[in-house]
């Protein structure tokens, strides 16, 4: 940096004006207030309380450490890095082809609907309170119906945040989202919710890193189980949750 540079602004706690706003959007984005609607959705987890394979806090964790490292939650993580890298690059092509492929990689109905309805929601939302220039063209580029994931990707990169916070907070969420959906049906305690929140914190860090250096020729899920969880949810005969 040369002296006639300006100096990036930093407050007390060493935080430059950027990065301040940059933290203060993810946690408004990503907070469960942010009404995207994802209070009413379970990934499938509501079917496997139900048969019994998620009945306590030993056997959700390990179910959603699955979800996170081998099925929904990394191949979200791409979508989203995909996303964010195209809007970056100014990558037409390849935003099209990563929104196309996002709203075509769910293994049921429910979990279509899932992702597109938090997508649509996140959007428009953006659209009206968080909107910054060249957003409408990004989304209007994709050509597409804009999931979750990707509709992600698209409003932090067009706020110029970085992809490695985003994604963290991304999946933090996503992580946070389906606990709560399992504290309501087994139940599950505060402490409990926490402790498995807590005990997934490397997985998050883990399938984060994966992501980011991946490429869409590296999706795949091996969570075959809470697949079925996603079809079975569909006729499943009383349900608190629309996935």
Do not use: K
Not at 124 to 141: K, P, S, Y
Request: aromatic share 8%; net charge negative; charged share 20%.
């Amino acid at each position: 940096m040369t002296v006639n540079e300006p100096q990036p602004v930093l407050d007390r706690g060493g935080m430059t004006e950027s990065e301040a706003a940059a933290l203060y959007r993810l946690m408004t984005w990503l907070s469960p207030s942010f009404p995207v609607g994802g209070f009413a959705y379970s990934s499938g987890i509501e079917w496997a309380v139900e048969v019994g394979d998620i009945r306590d806090a030993v056997s959700l964790q390990n179910w959603l450490a699955a979800m996170l490292a081998d099925g929904a939650g990394f191949c979200d993580g791409v979508f989203l890095a995909q996303a964010h890298r195209a809007v970056e690059f100014c990558d037409d092509a390849g935003l099209r082809e990563t929104a196309e492929l996002a709203a075509a990689f769910v293994p049921s109905r429910e979990r279509q609907l899932e992702t597109s309805a938090q997508g649509r929601a996140f959007i428009e939302i953006a659209r009206h309170a968080w909107n910054c220039d060249g957003l409408e063209a990004m989304i209007a580029r994709c050509g597409s119906a804009i999931v979750y994931p990707v509709a992600v990707g698209i409003v932090s990169a067009a706020h110029a945040i970085r992809l490695a916070p985003t994604l963290h907070a991304f999946l933090h969420a996503l992580t946070s989202n389906w606990i709560s959906a399992a504290s309501r049906l087994i139940p599950l305690g505060q402490t409990d919710s926490q402790r498995v929140l807590a005990s997934l914190e490397p997985v998050v860090s883990a399938t984060a890193r994966r992501a980011i250096a991946a490429t869409l020729e590296d999706l795949g899920s091996a969570t075959f189980r809470a697949d079925l969880a996603s079809l079975r949810h569909e006729t499943q005969y009383t349900r608190l949750f629309r996935s």
